[in-house]
């Protein structure tokens, strides 16, 4: 079976850094083509230093990393340092990455590889805001037939938002964007909230991290530590969501998921509700579906596949 091509959309993030050790450590089923980095979490000039810091510590200095928007389409950048730390990437100490930031825009290596590579071969998998992916779809409108799919981290349902009562954080930092992605035609796999806040790093999952006694456990394990005591009165003491490692769970075991076939609309409008998922889970609307939004994991296993591919980096 030939490895699955993907390019990592993201905003590191100590959950983006753990799903990027994640496709880094299965080469036998996802050859990552890149890391193209967009603001979010942090500034661009951050998500792009902890790009190469992940990379680097995964023993991946050659991966090419890109930086790309540094705010979204139409409004101005939120971040979230109060959830991920000033440098984005709080928790380890890792060493300032030497190798270097490709001088290709992130949306001009989108595009390029969607025209040069197959049609249907490459999986563009966001786990940040979708400006990247937005900027290039319509600079490009030819490379989306060409897309394999999108798994993207974002949105919620029947879950509560985290940054409004309403919305995602990676949706509501840029719903046009957002909106433009749904609204493509792209075959969509969605990973909200109502799957990723059932994949919790509870003290037992954090300390198999730990108990990897390597570099890689280690720094999971103080990357996931941080992020735990954001908020405990929403998770209680079971620890934090573990959201961006869930697309690369998957794209390589979509049968520990439970998913469904609904129209997603994203709202562009209401400032009160900016940003919102609107999932047709009854189908009222009649809308076509245009997403496939998982909404159920196998935790325990979930976490054993990826404490146990870590376990090789
Ligand atoms: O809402 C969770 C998402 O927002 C994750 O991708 C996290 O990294 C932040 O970007
Ligand atoms: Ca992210």
């Known amino acids: 079976m030939t490895a699955r091509q993907i390019i990592i959309d993201t905003d590191p993030g100590q959950d983006d850094a753990v799903a990027i050790l994640f496709a880094l450590a299965c080469p036998e089923a996802l050859e990552v083509l890149g890391l193209t980095c967009v603001a979010g979490n942090v500034p661009l000039a951050m ?26 389409l139409g409004r101005a ?8 730390g000033r ?3 709080d928790g380890p100490d890792l060493p300032e990455p030497t190798m270097p930031l490709q001088d290709r825009h992130s949306v001009e290596f989108l595009i390029d ?3 040069t590579r197959p049609s249907g071969t490459v999986t563009l998998v966001p786990i940040g805001p979708l400006t990247n992916i937005a900027t290039a779809f319509q600079r490009a409108p030819d490379i989306i037939p060409r ?10 349902h029947a ?7 309403a ?20 075959p969509i796999t969605m990973l909200p909230l109502d799957v990723t806040h059932k994949a919790l790093v509870t003290p037992s999952r954090n300390a198999a991290f730990h108990a990897l006694g390597t570099p890689v456990g280690a720094a999971v394990g103080a990357l996931t530590g941080f992020y735990e005591r954001y908020h405990p009165e929403r998770h209680g003491r079971d620890g934090a969501p573990l959201h961006d490692p869930c697309t690369i769970g998957w794209l390589l075991r979509p049968d520990l998921f439970t998913a469904r076939r609904v129209n997603v609309e994203i709202e562009t409008g209401s400032e009160l509700t900016m940003g919102m998922t609107v999932v047709d889970w009854w189908g009222v609307t009649k809308r076509p579906a245009n997403a496939t939004f998982v909404h159920d994991i196998r935790a325990q296993d979930f976490f054993d596949l990826l404490t146990e591919r870590l376990s090789r980096l």
């Open 47 to 72: 998500t792009t230093r902890n790009a190469r810091k992940i990379c680097e510590l995964a023993g991946r200095s050659d991966l090419p990393v890109f930086a790309g928007c540094d705010r979204p």
């Open 147 to 156: 897309v394999q799919e999108i798994v993207l981290m974002g949105g919620a």
């Open 113 to 115: 590889t969607l025209r």
């Open 159 to 165: 879950a509560h938002g985290n940054v409004t009562p």
């Open 167 to 186: 919305a995602e954080f990676n949706i509501h930092v840029d719903p046009e964007a957002a909106a433009c992605v749904m609204a493509s035609g792209a």
């Open 87 to 89: 440098s984005g990437l």
């Open 77 to 84: 950048l939120i971040t979230a340092e109060h959830v991920h």
